[in-house]
T-cell receptor
Framework: DGGITQSPKYLFRKEGQNVTLSCEQN?????MYWYRQDPGQGLRLIYY???????QKGDIAEGYSVSREKKESFPLTVTSAQKNPTAFYLC???????????FGSGTRLTVV | AQSVTQLGSHVSVSEGALVLLRCNYS??????LFWYVQYPNQGLQLLLK??????LVKGINGFEAEFKKSETSFHLTKPSAHMSDAAEYFC????????????FGTGTRLLVSP
């Protein structure tokens, strides 16, 4: 079955470390997105990509980086510059127009 | 710019009662509208969507929503709540112009009591 796979489900980061969250889709969708979810704040867009080798900053891109070398993959790196990285991270994909998004099951990142 | 307002961060109903979750949007062009459901520690699942055509949209699990342009609303309803409906619900809007980028509301947590 087609879908989006996020890994790992839980991730712990020490202060000053960079960590990378994986997102893979087999839906043949062109567009992919990363959202951050905090209690009471809904979903906030970090980065999105409309096509391979191209991506744009969302509303809260500071302290994050992405790459889109393959259509199927859109990894997110949380850098040490992100001062408050503890959150639930959601990856999504879409065909780009209409239709809505398909979401992965999320990665919960905790700073220890 | 688009925006979504969900009235009520928490809504409580009894099992068997009507569920009504409110969503108002702002958009300068014809919108696409969506409702998603999220269970704890999971991703979001699409309940239903409005793009064009019939303004009353039926979705999964017995939910439906009505697009009212004059009221800029897209409220979600279900005639009879089940315990399994307890979850967080998100309304989202995107504009009918080329590339789609959804804007989400802050969510409404539905609590269902026996």
């Amino acid at each position: 079955d087609g879908g989006i796979t996020q890994s790992p489900k839980y991730l712990f980061r020490k202060e000053g470390q960079n960590v990378t969250l994986s997102c893979e889709q087999n839906l043949n969708h062109d567009a992919m997105y990363w959202y951050r979810q905090d209690p009471g704040q809904g979903l906030r867009l970090i980065y999105y990509s409309q096509i391979v080798n191209d991506f744009q900053k969302g509303d809260i891109a500071e302290g994050y980086s992405v790459s889109r070398e393959k259509k199927e993959s859109f990894p997110l790196t949380v850098t040490s510059a992100q001062k408050n990285p503890t959150a639930f991270y959601l990856c999504a994909s879409s065909i780009g127009t209409g239709g809505g998004y398909t979401f992965g099951s999320g990665t919960r990142l905790t700073v220890v | 710019a688009q925006s979504v307002t969900q009235l009520g961060s928490h809504v409580s109903v009894s099992e068997g009662a009507l569920v009504l979750l409110r969503c108002n949007y702002s958009s300068s062009v014809p919108p696409y509208l969506f409702w998603y459901v999220q269970y704890p520690n999971q991703g979001l699942q699409l309940l239903l969507k409005y793009t064009t055509g019939a303004t009353l949209v039926k979705g999964i699990n017995g939910f439906e929503a009505e697009f009212k342009k004059s009221e800029t609303s897209f409220h979600l309803t279900k005639p009879s709540a089940h315990m399994s409906d307890a979850a967080e619900y998100f309304c989202a809007v995107s504009e009918d112009t080329g590339f789609q980028k959804l804007v989400f509301g802050t969510g409404t947590r539905l609590l269902v009591s026996p």
